[in-house]
């Protein structure tokens, strides 16, 4: 099964803007790229989803290009309170309906 | 509004005992699936299922069986736990698997197989 990729981790300071890219190549079509933002002892929490071009909540922006087969999350002026693990997430297409999980970045945000 | 409920959220047991993991929502959601997360991993897709009384299988379904008789609740069990299976299981829904909906997870149930 093709799975995403991503760093394995990242660090950066507070009130830096992060961004972490995700390379998807056998994304299926029409679908959704998703990310999510766990932390320790916590299921994973919904951030951000978009199929392409760019979208912005009020926690973060997503940027995908036109081929779709990698994505961008931003985060703007990281706080300590942003280290966790990130993850994308997609379909990919197998024929069936099968959400795949990526290793994860883990993001330590400094002060 | 509940969300993903998981009991319990400990659970010891020894080689050879069989459990069951259970997960509610309370959402109407009809996806629903189970993952498990080793130490310093992502995680891995166990079961899934698009309805009532349609389950399939994830990435790792060996050790595992679901059943999905409600909309409601999608119980997770290990007929002879091993080892191997000691890992933090998290089960999570979406609405459904067309609209691309984002999945909501539960807060986890750790196990540990002695």
């Known amino acids: 099964l093709a799975k995403t990729t991503q760093p394995i981790s990242m660090d950066s300071y507070e009130g830096q803007e992060v961004n972490i890219t995700c390379s998807h190549n056998?994304?299926?079509?029409?679908?959704?790229i998703t990310w999510y933002q766990q932390f320790p002892s916590q299921g994973p929490r919904f951030i951000i989803q978009g199929y392409k071009t760019k979208v912005t909540n009020e926690v973060a922006s997503l940027f995908i290009p036109a081929d779709r087969k990698s994505s961008t999350l931003s985060l703007p002026r990281v706080s300590l309170s942003d280290t966790a693990v990130y993850y994308c997430?997609?379909?990919?297409?197998?024929?069936?309906?099968?959400?795949?999980f990526g290793a994860g970045t883990r993001l330590f945000v400094k002060a | 509004n509940a969300g993903v409920t998981q009991t319990p959220k400990f659970q010891v047991l020894k080689t050879g005992q069989s459990m069951t993991l259970q997960c509610a929502q309370d959402?109407?959601?009809?996806?629903m699936s189970w993952y498990r997360q080793d130490p310093g991993m992502g995680l891995r897709l166990i079961h899934y299922?698009?309805?009532?009384?349609?389950?399939d299988q994830g990435e790792v379904p060996n050790g595992y069986n679901v059943s999905r008789s409600t909309t409601e609740d999608f119980p997770l069990r290990l007929l002879s736990a091993a080892p191997s299976q000691t890992s933090v299981y998290f089960c999570?829904?979406?609405?459904?698997?067309?609209?691309?909906?984002?999945?909501?997870f539960g807060d986890g149930t750790r196990l540990s197989i002695l």
């Open positions: 959402m109407n959601h009809e996806y």
């Open positions: 299922s698009v309805g009532a009384g349609i389950t």
């Open positions: 056998n994304i299926a079509t029409n679908d959704y």
């Open positions: 999570a829904s979406s609405k459904d698997r067309v609209s691309n909906q984002p999945q909501h």
């Open positions: 997430l997609v379909k990919v297409n197998t024929g069936g309906f099968k959400t795949i």
